[in-house]
């Protein structure tokens, strides 16, 4: 274990996992036979020429890079510490570029780029690039939504697209948002949200109720996308942002 950790821990195994997990997610995706629900809502949103944010609980992440439809490369933020490297490493083999910092929690994540990542995702939202985002990440509570995603839109006028990606078969991994890792050779579905527009001049209520609102429509999807393979919907209760 400790000898796994330090080869994961250096560039050069960092280079060989996200290779391999890349081709793990491709044969995922090629031997899934998959369903989609809502898929027109992203291809029609960057249609009109901007951006948009795309949210899924962190969960729910490794399906995502094989079902982006835009011309342009999508986004995604992720921390710089922890399994961000991995992630990063593993998203560059689909065209996925990084953006590289936190917005969970502005006022305590100063030294994790959170200022910097919000002033680079903004700037590429306003040139008509897509950013996505995980708003439970990067250490929970899990299917807890952080307000910076809220703040994001706000400020940007972008459009935030709720997303769950999932198969029927997978295995939990026992980390704080209950990873689940996709396995092969089963059924799988993706299921798209309406689009949501946040006004930019709305008092702390109003973001609050945003934020419950986005939170909301992301549990709604995934409880959707669970539904549509015969399992119980994973849920969570809207309250205090964290």
Sequence with gaps: MRLGKRF???SPGQAVAGFLVAQYIRLVNLTTRWQVRNGQVIPDL???????????????LMMVPTAWPGAKPLHLLVSRHGDGELIARVMAHFGITMVRGSTHRPERDRDKGGAPAMRQMLALL???HSVGLTPDGPRGPAM???????ALARLSGAPIVPVSICTERYYVLGSWDRFRFALPF????MVFGD???IERKIDALAQEDARCR???????????ADRMLG???ANALCGKAP
Excluded: N
Aim: charged letters at 10%.
């Design 144 to 150: 807890r939504l952080s307000a910076g995603v809220v």
């Design 214 to 224: 986005v939170e909301a429509a992301l549990t709604a999807v995934t409880a959707q």
């Design 46 to 60: 960057l249609a009109q020429g901007g951006g948009i944010i795309p949210v899924t609980w962190h969960g729910r």
């Design 231 to 233: 399992q119980a919907p």
């Design 126 to 128: 306003k040139q008509g």
């Design 186 to 189: 089963s059924c799988g579905v």
């Design 8 to 10: 994961l821990g250096r």
């Design 195 to 197: 689009p949501i527009t």
